[in-house]
């Protein structure tokens, strides 16, 4: 008499997803968020140069300076002003230059959390302010419509452009030149300048007001975002428009160099940061929030991911240590008795162990042709596990027994049955094997 043969259960290939991408899952691998709340709305989040821990969080009239270790404030740099903006490091991690609703901008030393410099000369608030690479000139974007140079160390004005015609609400300066930067104003506007020059050395127009802007750190490249667009920019082109990012349904406020300027963060008020790779301009990956997003902030090592809010709500995200080697873990008494090598001495035999898999509670119902029972055990789990219900269909049909499995069923357990036709029919799958049994038996 022949062994009872066990149903086959056939296994699929599973199509992967885009959240189950790898850049997906690498986005994904942050620990849960520590949350802080803040007096007002964050509107800028910047991470020291130098530290890679260390971030600089705008909110109301201060500038706090955070530790992603600890996910707590350390300092907080003072403000004269009612309403405190930008908030950036120098290169060196040893100074912040902070904007204001008075027209002047701050310079705070970072060690003694002492006011550096106050350096005058806009008449309305200044809105977004940035060290050049030369480490001793800061420039300002403000409100009054102008872009100005200032000398740190001699407090004095160097240069001022006045060629926006609205509001000029952010900057940002070159990493790889010392006497270039850019402005991006509610004027539809972007300019590059050359400190050296008395005037803009390029204008792009980005067709609608622009919230944020970024230097390629090669210096080659603008991103500008204004509405519900991201705009990319060939610098050495002539200010050439490169590619035009539309991923997000609501203004995009801010945006964020990631992976060492191979990847692009944008954050918008329909609660999104979206992920983009700088080389194809697709989306990696999207990320949700509870409020809409003004400011985000990442280090170059993507170590931790700062998001702040309208509401005042700070989201700091560590993302989680990579597993060791398992090998290094697994400590308890059960691998470490596996990993000794036992040697076999006089007088001891060696017995092998075999491993007995346990009978499925539809093959003992099989094994006794109670295909009634069969059908409902599997019948109860067929939308967690549809590759059984299908194997078990088609060992049915082999054995003439479908329509005795069938038969009698309440309404219940052909709601059941119904259901996961309707559910699994149009799974490339499943399609032919259920297609094929409920036309040769009429099920």
């Known amino acids: ?40 709305a964050v509107t800028n989040i910047n991470f020291s140069p130098a530290d890679q821990r260390i971030f600089a969080a705008t909110s109301s009239a201060t500038v706090r ?21 930008g908030g950036s490091f120098r290169r060196d991690g040893q100074l912040v230059a902070t904007g204001g609703d008075k ?41 009054d419509r102008t872009v100005k140079i200032f000398d740190v160390p001699g407090r004095s004005r160097i240069t001022t452009y006045s060629e926006h015609n609205d509001y000029v609400r952010t900057g940002a300066t070159s990493m790889s030149a010392n006497d270039i930067f850019i402005s991006g104003s509610y004027d539809h506007t972007v300019k590059m300048y050359d400190a050296r020059t008395k005037a803009s050395v390029l204008t792009m127009n980005h067709e609608s007001p622009v919230e944020d802007v970024l230097i390629f750190p090669s210096g080659g490249a603008v991103i500008s975002a204004g509405g519900q667009e991201i705009r990319i920019w060939d610098i050495v082109g002539g200010g050439r428009l490169i590619a035009k990012l539309s991923q997000h349904h609501k203004t995009i406020t801010c945006l964020s160099f990631a992976s060492k300027g191979s990847n692009l963060l944008s954050g918008s008020l329909d609660k999104h940061v979206k992920i983009y790779d700088l080389t194809s301009y697709s989306v990696l990956h999207t990320l949700d929030f509870p409020s809409p997003i003004l400011s985000i902030g990442v280090p170059n090592d993507n170590s931790t ?27 308890t008494y059960k691998y470490s008795l596996k990993s000794e090598v036992l040697q076999k001495s006089d007088g001891y035999s060696i017995v092998t162990y075999s491993h007995i898999e346990k009978e499925q509670v539809y093959d003992k119902l099989l094994r006794n042709f109670e295909v009634s029972k069969a059908f409902n055990e599997v019948l ?27 038969a009698g069923k309440s309404f219940h357990a052909l709601m059941l049955l119904l259901t996961f036709i309707l559910r699994h029919i149009g799974n490339p799958n499943f399609t032919k094997q259920i297609g094929r049994a409920s036309c040769r038996e009429r099920v």
């Not at 590759?387 to 060992?395: C, F, H, P, S, Y």
């Open 1 to 40: 008499m022949s062994a009872f043969k066990k149903l086959s259960v056939s296994s699929f290939e599973t199509y992967q997803s885009a959240k189950t991408s790898p850049q997906a899952l690498y986005w994904d691998s942050f620990e849960f968020p520590v949350t802080v709340k803040e007096n007002g």
């Open 65 to 85: 300076l955070y530790n992603t270790v600890t996910s707590q404030a350390f300092r907080s740099l003072s403000n004269v002003h009612l309403h405190a903006y």
């Open 103 to 143: 027209g002047r901008v701050n310079i705070y030393r970072v060690e003694s959390n002492g006011l550096l410099r106050v350096l005058k000369g806009h008449r309305l608030a200044v809105r977004d302010c940035h060290f050049l690479s030369d480490n001793i000139r800061v420039i300002s974007c403000s409100d």
């Open 305 to 331: 991911l700062v998001v702040g809010m309208v509401d005042g709500l700070l989201s700091i995200q560590n993302r989680q240590l990579a597993e060791k080697d398992k090998s290094e873990l697994k400590s």
């Open 380 to 406: 109860q789990n067929s939308n967690k596990k549809p590759q059984v219900m299908v194997a078990l269909v088609q060992e049915l049909i082999r054995r003439g027994s479908i329509h005795a499995a069938i």
